[in-house]
């Protein structure tokens, strides 16, 4: 790759992800809010906000994982310039997601508001659960939509389109969260729930808008009845990485569960877990972003046969993302005493936060790199390898090893988070493997080795 190639990735790059670490800012700050505004009712408010949203991702899953088979196949059609199986599969997706997420979100309307249904919940939280649910429900179709429409806008580079929408949708939901609960400039308070209501509204909004945008670039309305060739495909992509979604959210869980089993500052090791969660989620915000980057990028330069630069493509781009988070990690690494009084009172807590800190700043690198070639490896089809990586080094490693440092060693909740560390580079170096070996270029578009050409 020669410096023009070079100064042309780094410039291409840059255009890419801007929007999209912008976009998910404002998703986290979203969510920020919605947990600030329910702290002003009661705590159990804010308890069932917080639930609400956990169950809202995890019913996401399936959308996300269709998103991904999404990008993969939509990214070759673009590099391939086929404008024809590119709608086609843009079509596909959406009416997939849909039929995916509406008997869901009417499940979810409909019983939602049973508060015997969460009984191992707090009482207080549960009743409070029950007022919000039904309002979290009726978001899983719309958000489902703009997931769909966000992967093909990513998969054809627009990502200033996808800034519109979820910036469109963030900014709703932010004015919501204050407008409907309390009632200003005419409109009538109407509680907590109108957190929820916030939700709901702006992700109908936004799904609109969004649809809104595609059929101005060119998808046709028609031809949407079922291709079961395609669906095939978009399953065979697609569930892999619902498993790896939901594989990481039990790991997160069980850490807590780990945690909570420690004979000293158990309940001050909990907080500090999330408070250490929280404040690295800010990190892994480029991270990410750069993650949909090289899924795309990858995608569309093997739709042009092009594998030598689909392969340079996704060390650059990782390349990248472990020089941004290292940058990112060093003050926080340095500062990681000073975070942990702004982000809790309690003197014990605050030393595991700092820990916590210390601890996982090392790894940044290589979490970098892990995740950006797992997202390489997404655009090119093997989706499977990248949840066998993920999962294999979330389960086999870093729960095992997290649970024998904190519960059998004198090492308590320094355990836990030096098993996060490990864990973290093994993953970035596994990935790092698979990805140096490249047999992901020779994956066709239904994620199998190719044996015939596929034609879409």
């Known amino acids: 790759m020669n410096s023009d190639d070079v100064k042309t990735g780094w410039i291409e ?22 947990v600030y505004v329910a702290g002003l009712f009661r705590p159990e408010v804010q308890g069932a906000v917080g639930f609400g949203s956990q169950v809202l991702f995890f019913f996401s899953v399936f959308a996300n994982g269709l998103g991904v088979g999404i990008v993969a196949i939509i990214a070759r059609s673009v590099g391939a310039r086929d404008q024809q199986a590119m709608w086609h599969t843009a079509r596909q997706g959406l009416l997939l997601a849909v039929l995916v997420t509406a008997p869901l979100s009417l499940i979810g309307i409909v019983l ?23 309002f979290y429900a009726a978001s899983l179709l719309p958000q489902g939509v703009m997931t769909i429409v966000a992967a093909v806008c990513r998969a054809r580079s627009r990502m200033l389109a996808v800034l519109l929408c979820y910036g469109l949708m963030a900014l709703l939901n932010l004015a919501g969260d204050f407008l409907l609960p309390f009632g200003f400039w005419g409109f009538p308070g109407v509680g907590a729930k109108g957190i929820a209501m916030s939700t709901m509204a702006s992700s109908l909004i936004g799904a609109l808008l969004a649809m809104l945008i595609l059929m101005r670039q060119g998808m046709q309305v028609r031809n949407w009845r079922p291709d079961r060739q395609l669906a ?26 780990i945690l909570g ?3 000293a500052q158990a309940v001050a090791a909990t907080a500090a877990l999330t408070n250490g969660l929280r404040l690295e989620a800010i990190l892994y915000l480029p991270a990410y972003a750069l993650n949909m980057i090289a899924a795309v990028l990858v995608g569309q330069a093997l739709g042009r046969h092009d594998r030598q630069r689909a ?4 060390w650059q781009v990782a390349g990248i993302a472990a020089l941004v988070l290292s940058l990112l990690a060093v003050p926080v690494f340095i500062y990681s005493r000073e975070l942990a009084r702004t982000i809790s009172p309690d003197p014990v807590v605050q030393h595991l936060t700092h820990l916590y ?16 070639l797992g997202g390489a490896l997404e655009g090119a089809g093997d989706t499977s390898g990248t949840m066998k990586v993920v999962l294999g080094a979330l389960w086999v490693i870093r729960i095992p090893l997290a649970a024998v440092l904190a519960l ?26 698979r990805f140096r070996k490249g047999r992901w ?7 199998t080795p190719q044996a015939q050409q596929v034609k879409m």
Do not use: H
């Not at 800190?357 to 940044?364: C, D, E, T, Y």
């Not at 090492?411 to 993953?427: E, K, R, T, Y």
């Not at 270029?441 to 994620?447: L, T, V």
């Open 13 to 34: 790059i840059w255009a890419l992800s801007w929007p999209l670490v912008l976009t998910m800012f404002l998703q986290f700050v979203v969510g920020l809010t919605d």
């Open 112 to 134: 939602g508001s049973f508060y015997q249904l969460y009984w191992f919940l707090p009482e207080k939280v549960a009743v409070e659960g029950a007022r919000l649910l039904p």
């Open 232 to 257: 095939g495909r978009l399953w065979k992509l697609g569930w892999p990485m619902a498993l790896l979604q939901l594989g990481w959210q039990f790991c997160s869980l069980t850490l807590y569960a």
């Open 261 to 263: 089993y420690l004979p």
């Open 311 to 314: 392969e340079q493509l996704g």
């Open 357 to 372: 800190l210390r601890f996982n700043m090392i790894s940044q690198p290589f979490m970098a790199v892990g995740v950006c």
């Open 408 to 433: 059998a060693t004198p090492l308590g909740a320094a355990g836990v988070w030096g098993a996060m560390v490990v864990s973290m580079i093994l993953q970035g170096i596994f990935m790092s493997i």
């Open 441 to 447: 270029k020779d994956i066709d578009f239904a994620g």
